[in-house]
């Protein structure tokens, strides 16, 4: 069974449905001192942060899973909103516009550490203005990487996708599938 650290709503349904055994256990994580310097490794900085705060915490608990997404466009770092304002920026950059989610992943159980760091770049077309309204006041893009939702929102202005859905959802279940 693997043990999910996160809180994710949307990794736990990653993880159901593709079958996996789990639980998930919540946990507060601090990520507000790592720097927005990297596109290519700020997700990677977090998951490793993540690990050792948990490791702290639970220094005897095995086959965990931990993992955070960003989403980058025209190479600025997007985490999860703050606020209405802030979702609004960031979807407004999506539109229209190519954005890459990248998400870092650490499995660990008694004879395997899996660290992997996966993308998935998705052209948009331009969003609808009353939709973005609508998708924001109904706060759907709480606790989304980049305000990004690929299986909500999102989906219905995708033109182009390379890479797994699941790593736009925040969890490369393929790659985990492999090694599990």
């Given at each position: 069974m693997i043990n999910l650290a996160s809180?994710?709503?949307?990794?736990a349904k990653i993880l159901?449905?593709?079958g996996f055994d789990f639980k998930q256990i919540l946990?507060?994580?601090d990520e507000s001192y790592i720097i927005k310097k990297e596109p290519l490794t700020y997700a990677y900085n977090v998951v490793c942060a993540k690990y050792l705060q948990f490791k702290k915490v639970y220094p005897n608990l095995e086959n965990l899973l931990f993992a955070d997404s960003s989403v980058v466009v025209d190479n600025e770092i997007f985490?999860?909103?703050?606020?209405?304002e802030d979702a609004f920026y960031m979807l407004k950059k999506q539109s229209d516009n190519e954005a890459s989610?990248?998400?870092?992943m650490i499995y660990e159980n008694k004879?395997?550490?899996l660290i992997n760091l996966s993308i998935t770049t998705f052209r948009f077309k331009k969003f609808d203005e009353k939709d973005l309204k609508n998708y924001i006041?109904?706060?759907e893009y709480v606790g989304k990487a980049g305000a990004m939702m690929i299986e909500g929102f999102?989906?219905?202005y995708i033109v182009s996708q390379k890479g797994n859905t699941s790593t736009a959802m925040g969890l490369n279940a393929e790659i985990l599938k492999a090694y599990v």
């Open positions: 809180s994710s709503k949307t990794r159901k449905d593709f946990f507060n994580y985490g999860k909103a703050k606020n209405d989610v990248i998400t870092a004879k395997l550490k006041d109904k706060k999102n989906k219905k």
